[in-house]
């Protein structure tokens, strides 16, 4: 065993000295018939099968030294034989050194390239067509950036995909909601289908006039309020469809802080007092869908009145602004308690939800897909038109004692969105009666609401267009009889 290794060992020794001696060209390379190695054979380990040799000559690679595998790219690449089939390359370490390609400036080259890497490296090939320039780089940025915008459009799209096409739906625009699937069992159920506009028009056309109602209503209580506190400073009034008119006029001696406050502050305070007992109390003992809505229009526009009128009377300087300008208020602190009557109004609104959804008789108008219609035809439209109703009634016919008052009207009106708008946002809100009736009665057209909201607005307008004046002695005294 001794005299094996040391032969072996004296063969790896000269092998590797006629190796240099070629490299420095001291020594001409010995011609070797074609071997296949089965060593770098690709198959070789994916096969149980020994690999086939040329007979006679499988001897030859036992007397292979080390140096002649590591040299072995000297060697230029050679083919299988022909007895065995040509096999795809693969990254094997054999197909690595075949693919190099060795330079002709001399032995040093060769020397150097045993220290590099065999993998070969991949160049970035730039594709150019034929007969046509390349772009210049701003046109690149700005191909680059039109497929961002594309790639950005499409994401955005399949999140609004199903409410816009249920919206199309709604609008009569398309023919069948959206369903991904196709799945038409889904519509078999009708608490789940998609309504359309035209079945919306019932509630959105009971809902109108109960807002015009509730709004002559909360107007006349606010009024008459005023009108009240006025008697008690002996202070007569007039009441017209568009304001309250003093005869005393503006510079009378009779007016004074004291009575300016409290004069222009009865109206919003009885409103607020108004409010809270339309909500908690009526409203929720009512039993019918439409009660139920009334006293909810009457308690938004109540509440509107107190909180709407501050915003309104603070940008013009009526109404319910007196008492912050008599107050001595700066512009900050008025900017202030406007924006937290705004932020209570929404609140209020987005709490009222869940009246608003015990309105509907049916439960398939306040599920997931038609809630958002519900509520648009149920408190925004009815905003939207009975507000435009109520200001083009309330068009003065003469010159008013106060000038901006039309306009101190249509900003209370305004400010009505953040009541009627806000439910829509709370999608979490449950009816306010879980339980719906078994009957499930269908709601129809309310002939005599209409009838009453005709009567209402006729004596509104044309019974309030010459003024119906107020003069109240109120006495009050207490003392010993003779």
Do not use: C
């Not at 202030?336 to 869940?354: K, N, Q």
């Not at 608003?356 to 939207?384: C, D, E, G, H």
Request: aromatic share 16%; proline share 5%; no cysteine.
């Amino acid at each position: 065993m001794k005299h094996g290794s040391e032969t072996k060992s004296k063969q790896n020794i000269d092998a590797f000295f006629d190796k240099i001696l070629i490299i420095l060209g001291l020594r001409k390379k010995k011609k070797h018939h074609r071997h296949h190695y089965t060593l770098f054979r690709p198959t070789a380990q994916a096969s149980d099968a020994p690999a086939e040799t040329h007979p006679n000559k499988s001897n030859r690679n036992r007397n292979r030294t080390f140096w002649d595998f590591l040299f072995q790219n000297q060697k230029k690449h050679r083919s299988p034989p022909k007895h065995q089939a040509a096999t795809p390359e693969k990254n094997t370490p054999s197909s690595y050194h075949s693919k190099t390609k060795h330079s002709k400036e001399g032995w040093w080259s060769d020397f150097f390239s045993l220290f590099k890497s065999k993998r070969p490296k991949e160049k970035k090939r730039t594709r150019i067509a034929i007969g046509v320039e390349p772009q210049p780089e701003h046109r690149r940025h700005h191909k680059k950036k039109k497929r961002k915008w594309r790639e950005w459009f499409k994401k955005y799209f399949r999140t609004i995909q199903e409410p816009l096409y249920n919206f199309l739906y709604f609008l009569n625009l398309r023919p069948v909601p959206y369903d991904p699937f196709l799945d038409h069992d889904r519509f078999t159920h009708e608490d789940t289908q998609i309504m359309r506009i035209q079945r919306y028009m019932v509630y959105a056309f009971n809902s109108i006039i109960l807002y015009i109602i509730a709004y002559i209503t909360a107007y006349l209580i606010y009024q008459l309020a005023v009108i009240l506190t006025a008697s008690f400073f002996d202070i007569d009034s007039v009441l017209y469809y568009y304001e309250v008119m003093f005869p005393i006029g503006n510079a009378s001696p009779k007016w004074n802080q004291w009575n300016i406050i409290t004069i222009t502050l009865a109206g919003p305070l009885v409103s607020l007092l108004g409010g809270i007992l339309w909500y908690r109390v009526l409203m929720r003992k009512a039993r019918h869908p439409i009660m139920k809505l009334f006293y909810l229009w009457l308690s938004f526009h109540s509440f509107n009145m107190f909180f709407g009128a501050f915003v309104a009377g603070v940008i013009t300087d009526q109404g319910f602004g007196y008492v912050a300008n008599w107050l001595y208020m700066g512009i900050a602190l008025k900017m202030l308690f406007s924006l937290i009557a705004l932020g209570i109004m929404a609140y209020i609104g987005w709490r009222a939800a869940r009246h608003v959804l015990a309105t509907s008789n049916s439960p398939q108008r306040i599920n997931r897909k038609n809630r958002p219609y519900f509520i648009l035809n149920q408190t925004i439209l009815p905003w939207l038109v009975g507000s435009a109703i109520m200001l083009w009634i309330k068009v003065p016919n003469k010159m008013p004692q106060h000038e901006n008052i039309i306009v101190y009207d249509g900003i209370i009106l305004g400010a009505m969105a953040f009541l009627s708008i806000a439910p829509l946002f709370n999608w979490k809100a449950k009816p306010f009666e879980s339980k719906f009736s078994a009957s499930r009665k269908k709601t129809g057209f309310v002939w005599a609401y209409l009838l009453a909201a005709i009567f209402l607005i006729l004596l509104y307008r044309f019974g309030l267009e010459r003024g119906l004046h107020f003069l109240i002695k109120i006495s009050f005294s207490i003392s010993l009889y003779r």
